[in-house]
């Protein structure tokens, strides 16, 4: 499972958009970070041509992958160029993957790159 999402990842710095096709089972569902929702395979792949129209990810960084059963959870860095502003997160993503190795269901969750340390570091 890591090593697909890996591959996903850099897809998306490389715009393979035949990765992404392979990546995702028919019936899936991808529920982004900051709200937007896709249901289906067809969706999904209209939103990752448009966005990549609007845009290119500069990296997708992989800082660790936790494996049970058929589900991952992945934390990473995430900096992209969107209309031409650049923006960086850190998040992690929650993948439910089937019988096949497709991802059936996945989550993104946000958080801010910039920590403060209030009490010192």
Known sequence: MEEIIRR???????ADMET???TFSEDAV????????????VQILRWFRDWNDRGRVLEWTVKR???NGRTAVAEWYFRCEYDGVTD???GVTIA???????ITRLCEFQSKAEHCYPYGA
């Open 30 to 41: 991808y529920s982004e970070c900051y709200g937007p929702e896709y249901h289906g395979l």
């Open 96 to 102: 439910d993957f089937d019988g096949d190795m497709k």
């Open 88 to 90: 960086a997160f850190d």
């Open 20 to 22: 992404v096709r392979n």
């Open 8 to 14: 996903y990842f850099l897809a998306w710095i490389q």
């Open 65 to 67: 992958v936790i494996e």
